[in-house]
């Protein structure tokens, strides 16, 4: 920090982390709201505040972001120790209130008195839309099973769309690339997953998780649902319920005859490995992923049923296939190893492949010197490292899904 004067390391006192400085909260009891231990914060704010995710202008800078559990009635409240504009001229703090009204709907509230006011509210809030599924997890403080709901609502829902503004604050924080969704656009759905919780012998909800999905059209007379953004709320992560809502969702699909298969918009590595949990969960039953049908190699039989019963697609079928197998394979048998590792092999090997035949077709085209450098990145040995690295990479993803599964 050489060379930085006087006035310099002032103002970097007035530098708050804005992922530390935002306290976010699900309130059921008066008593949360003072508690430290029911405080979390984002994993993400560059949305709001840049890259480097820091406000300037500020010290002891806490921006409160509390939610009644249910119906997420909002206390929005900025504190801090002093600012810099009392103490400097010409320096301006920045509008770290006015970037988060940019996301919260209007209606909350900056008092806390009122907000403690509004859980007594939260006995008359109930989930929005059917109910399609129940189940328990274990463990709550005293050991007992607690009751989770997964509801699906659209917007004609009463009260459901100032709910939904509420709740997709949190996508902000929580997912690096969120963005909010059109609800005007009537081909979107709404799952959800509550809690059942008693309080003062009455039974509440409290809002665990939620995912959105976008119903696109396929000619002639099909659609193809989406799953857009899925998020689990912080205090509820690690216990199952993104595959609980997921597998909800696959169940939900699967009775309708207009539905083609389920996708995922860029899906992170994180869904992709709930995905694989939760299509090898359904799959296993299947007659055509038989433990004898397995090792014949994937067959249109398994694409088809997975497919019709399921709506899951011929490229996520494969998985299923290829992880299925895995789980009833001697790998310490080396012939049944090699056999199952080149079988993967190969279809990791179709993107190298088309490139090598993009590769011909350029021949064609190119001056000697740029040639030379193509062909040098396609490189057989580094193809083969490649490969191998990926194959790896694969087999340790698969053996955590055969691993979870054993748990259930």
Same mark, same amino acid.
């Given at each position: 920090m050489a060379g930085m004067n006087a006035m310099e390391k002032k103002l970097a006192e007035y530098k708050c982390d804005t992922n530390e400085a935002i306290c976010l909260k699900l309130v059921r009891f008066p008593e949360d709201v003072e508690d430290e231990s029911t405080t979390f914060h984002p994993e993400y704010s560059h949305q709001l505040y840049g890259d480097d995710e820091v406000a300037f202008g500020y010290k002891g800078l806490q921006i409160q972001l509390y939610y009644t559990a249910g119906n997420l009635n909002t206390l929005f409240k &900025?504190?801090?120790?002093? +600012? &810099?504009s009392e103490k400097f001229d010409c320096v301006e703090p920045d509008n770290v209130e006015g970037k988060i009204?940019?996301?919260?709907?209007?209606g909350f509230t900056s008092n806390t008195d009122d907000f403690v006011a509004l859980l007594e509210k939260e006995a008359n809030f109930r989930p929005f839309g059917s109910l399609l599924h129940t189940?328990? &997890?274990?463990?709550?403080?005293?050991?007992?099973?607690i009751t989770y709901q997964i509801y699906k609502a659209d917007m004609a829902c009463p009260g459901f769309r100032e709910y939904h503004a509420r709740l997709q604050t949190f996508l902000m924080w929580f997912i690096e690339t969120a963005s909010f969704i059109d609800v005007d656009d009537e081909r979107w759905t709404y799952f959800l997953v509550f809690e059942k919780y008693n309080k003062d012998g009455e039974t509440l909800y409290a809002t665990a998780a939620y995912m959105t999905v976008y119903?696109?059209?396929v000619y002639p007379d099909k659609t193809r649902p989406r799953v857009s953004q899925m998020l689990v709320l912080p205090p509820f992560q690690g216990e199952g319920h993104g595959a609980q809502l997921l597998e909800a969702v696959h169940r939900f699909y699967c009775t309708s005859p207009l539905v083609q298969d389920i996708t995922a918009e860029d899906p992170s590595e994180s869904y992709v490995k709930l995905r694989d949990f939760v299509l090898v969960k359904l799959c296993q039953p299947l007659s055509s992923f038989a433990p004898e049908q397995l090792s014949q190699g994937f067959s249109d039989a398994m694409a088809t049923?997975?497919?019709?019963?399921l709506k899951i697609n011929k490229k996520h079928a494969r998985r299923v296939y290829e992880i299925l197998r895995l789980r009833v394979t001697d790998m310490s048998d080396e012939e049944k190893a090699k056999s199952y590792r080149l079988e993967v092999k190969r279809r990791l090997f179709g993107p190298y492949k088309k490139n090598q035949r993009e590769? &011909? +077709?350029? +021949?064609?085209?190119?001056r000697p010197e740029e040639l030379a450098?193509?062909?040098?990145?396609?490189?057989?040995?580094?193809?083969?490292?490649?490969?191998? +690295?990926?194959?790896?990479?694969?087999?340790?993803d698969y053996r955590r899904v055969i691993e979870r599964l054993a748990r259930i």
């Open positions: &900025v504190k801090y120790t002093s +600012k &810099v009204r940019e996301i919260i709907p209007p189940y328990t &997890v274990h463990g709550g403080e005293d050991g007992e099973d119903n696109y059209y049923e997975a497919r019709e019963k590769m &011909v +077709k350029m +021949k064609k085209c190119l450098s193509h062909i040098s990145q396609m490189d057989t040995e580094l193809q083969h490292q490649e490969l191998e +690295k990926s194959y790896q990479e694969l087999l340790a």
